[in-house]
């Protein structure tokens, strides 16, 4: 597609269930990112992949968090045993070299009731 | 730590007036910076960037950014706002992740800019 997408657009679930959430990166990107943005915390880093290089996930706030990238392209970000702080718009952005420019998608609203 | 500072919350202007929506940042050697506009119940979406070169850098929708070295700041711009100008604003630094050679963003907390007619 033209731009980065994600799905679902918008996520309601119950405290303790886990959730999915996935990102298709622009065709031909080798970097994808996935970001939170809350009220309380502004915008933060959550995990990168680069390539087929093992991803950074120095920002993902528990173990609770993660993240696989399938054939480099497809990323699912999966929050286990979810809770009330992890309510929040979930971006994914995805470059192509290593100068470029991050393109964000239009991100997931999740809930945790 | 490679960081920036939006120093406003909210910036107010008239439809037709110029608007300035500031950013200051604190690196360690160049800068790399950037600025995303973000619309209700959507994504964010890139402006503009700084990585070298000219001073002031021009954007999307008729922004443009000055980088100023020696006030460490890279201020918003625009000479004529308009309603649909109207949005939150992100002043983002790139920083180096030690892992995969590569970056992310350090965001700043965002300014909304409010245009009233």
């Known amino acids: 597609g033209a731009g980065v997408s994600q799905s679902p657009s918008n996520k309601v679930t119950e405290k303790g269930k886990d959730v999915e959430l996935r990102c298709d990166p622009i065709?031909?990107?080798?970097?994808l990112y996935w970001y939170r943005q809350s009220l309380g915390q502004g915008l933060e880093f959550l995990i990168y992949?680069?390539?087929?290089?093992?991803?950074?996930k120095s920002g993902l706030p528990s173990d609770r968090f993660s993240a696989e990238r399938t054939g480099g392209s497809v990323s699912t970000l999966t929050i286990q045993r979810t809770q009330q702080e992890d309510s929040a718009v979930y971006l994914c952005?995805?470059?192509?070299?290593?100068?470029?420019?991050?393109?964000f998608g239009p991100g997931t609203r999740l809930l945790v009731l | 730590a490679q960081s920036v500072a939006q120093p406003e919350d909210q910036v107010n202007v008239a439809e037709g007036n110029p608007l300035t929506v500031k950013c200051t940042y604190s690196v360690s050697g160049n800068p790399y910076l950037f600025w995303y506009v973000q619309y209700p119940n959507r994504g964010l979406q890139f402006l503009l960037k700084y990585i070298t070169g000219d001073n002031l850098v021009k954007g999307s929708y008729g922004f443009e950014a000055e980088f100023n070295k020696s006030q460490t700041s890279f201020h918003l711009k625009k000479p004529s706002a308009l309603v649909s100008d109207s949005a939150l604003y992100f002043c983002a630094v790139r920083v180096l992740r030690e892992r995969n050679s590569g970056y992310a963003l350090n965001f700043g907390k965002g300014t909304s800019l409010l245009v009233t007619p």
């Open positions: 992949f680069q390539g087929n290089s093992a991803p950074d």
């Open positions: 065709s031909g990107h080798t970097a």
């Open positions: 952005a995805s470059r192509r070299g290593i100068q470029e420019t991050q393109y």
